[in-house]
């Protein structure tokens, strides 16, 4: 059964940075693209990135472009996220996602999240 | 696009319907409109994807309708496991975007 495991959350001070991984397993993951979302407490739902199944294509956010950097890598079937310059308002449990197909901007499987405090 | 959920608390007791709204600023083409559960402390499952069609394992009393810029979600028999916060979230356009939320409460 597909299996996403997200890993690297914590506490950091403002303006530092941190590195989130998602341990894929239960699927092909070199044919997917895969997302992050994020959940600030008490909050609704926000897309963060995607990145297309071979790595070739990324999108973001507004709120996190030029800071955070989506990437892959297949032969290990983990995706990360590298956050930098972070922010009080990146505080949120962070998810990775996976979309059915290629990239198509919905997400058909969740992993369980990591928690990002971003505080001083 | 900004998707608006109405009402933002809706609350039933066990066998009744629900009804979900989740208008869209613009219309969605392809009816590009997800629906997710999520229960406290748990991650968002899928529902519903293309506006009417059932995730895999998503009981059939779960049912979405829907075109344009006004989508449904209906739950023909509420079951005590239903209580959650529901979301829409259309994927037409990036940045891809969720309403704010319907807590469905006894």
């Known amino acids: 059964q597909v299996q996403l495991v997200e890993s690297g959350g914590g506490v950091v001070q403002p303006g530092r940075s941190l590195r989130l991984s998602c341990a894929a397993s239960g699927f092909t993951f070199s044919t997917y693209g895969m997302h992050w979302v994020r959940q600030a407490p008490g909050k609704g739902l926000e897309w963060v990135a995607v990145?297309?199944?071979?790595?070739?294509?990324?999108h973001y956010a507004d709120s996190v472009k030029g800071r955070f950097t989506i990437s892959r890598d297949n032969s290990e079937n983990t995706l990360y996220l590298q956050m930098n310059s972070l922010r009080v308002e990146d505080t949120a449990m962070y998810y990775c996602?996976?979309?059915?197909?290629?990239?198509?901007?919905?997400?058909?499987?969740w992993g369980q999240g990591t928690l990002v405090t971003v505080s001083s | 696009i900004v998707l608006t959920q109405s009402p933002g608390t809706l609350s039933l007791s066990p066998g009744e319907r629900a009804t979900l709204s989740c208008r869209a600023s613009q219309s969605i083409s392809r009816s590009y409109l997800a629906w997710y559960q999520q229960k406290p402390g748990q991650a968002p499952r899928l529902l519903i994807y293309g506006a009417s069609s059932r995730a895999t394992g998503i009981p059939d009393r779960f049912s979405g309708s829907g075109s344009g810029a006004d989508f449904t979600l209906t739950i023909s028999r509420l079951e005590p496991e239903d209580f959650a916060v529901y979301y829409c979230?259309?994927?037409?356009?990036?940045?891809?975007?969720f309403g704010q939320g319907t807590k469905l409460e006894i």
């Open positions: 996602a996976k979309d059915p197909g290629f990239w198509s901007g919905h997400f058909d499987f």
């Open positions: 979230q259309q994927y037409d356009n990036s940045p891809y975007t």
């Open positions: 990145i297309s199944y071979d790595g070739s294509r990324k």
